[in-house]
C-alpha cells in the first residue's frame, strides 16, 4: 500500500506560481510512475502531467506545457509540480497518483491521495 498526501495548494493571482508536492509513505516511490490529475466543480478529472519511476520521461496535457514542471525525488520520496503563469482555468483539486507506469489516464493509476485546492483568481 501507497500512501499519498499532497501539499502546496492555495489561493493565487493569474500570473503567479505555486509548487504542489506529492509525499509518499509505506513504499518507496522509485518502483511506480506518478502523475498529477486535476478536476474542476462538474469536470471530470483529467490528466496534467506524469512522470516515469526514473524521472527521465515526463508528459503533459497541452494546455500546461511550457507552464508546468513535473519532477520527482526519489530519495525523499516526493513528487512536485511546479505551476507557473497561473491561469484562473487551472482552478481545481489537484490530485497525485501512483502506478506501475507512466500514464495519461485515470484507470492506470492505483494509489490516489486527498486532493489540494488551487485557486486561481483573475
Known amino acids: 500500500q501507497v500512501q499519498l498526501v499532497e501539499s502546496g495548494g492555495g489561493l493565487v493571482q493569474a500570473g503567479g506560481s505555486l509548487r504542489l508536492s506529492c509525499a509518499a509513505s509505506g513504499r518507496t516511490l522509485s518502483m511506480y510512475g506518478m502523475g498529477w490529475f486535476r478536476q474542476a466543480p462538474g469536470k471530470e478529472r483529467e490528466f496534467v502531467a506524469a512522470i516515469s519511476w526514473s524521472g527521465g520521461g515526463t508528459s503533459y496535457v497541452d494546455s500546461v506545457k511550457g507552464r508546468f514542471t513535473i519532477s520527482r525525488d526519489n530519495a525523499k520520496n516526493t513528487v512536485y509540480l511546479q505551476m507557473n503563469t497561473l491561469k484562473p482555468e487551472d482552478t481545481a483539486v489537484y490530485y497525485c497518483?501512483?502506478?506501475?507506469?507512466?500514464?495519461?489516464?485515470?484507470?492506470?493509476?492505483?494509489?490516489w491521495g486527498q486532493g489540494t485546492q488551487v485557486t486561481v483568481s483573475s
Open positions: 497518483a501512483a502506478g506501475p507506469i507512466r500514464a495519461g489516464t485515470v484507470r492506470r493509476y492505483d494509489y
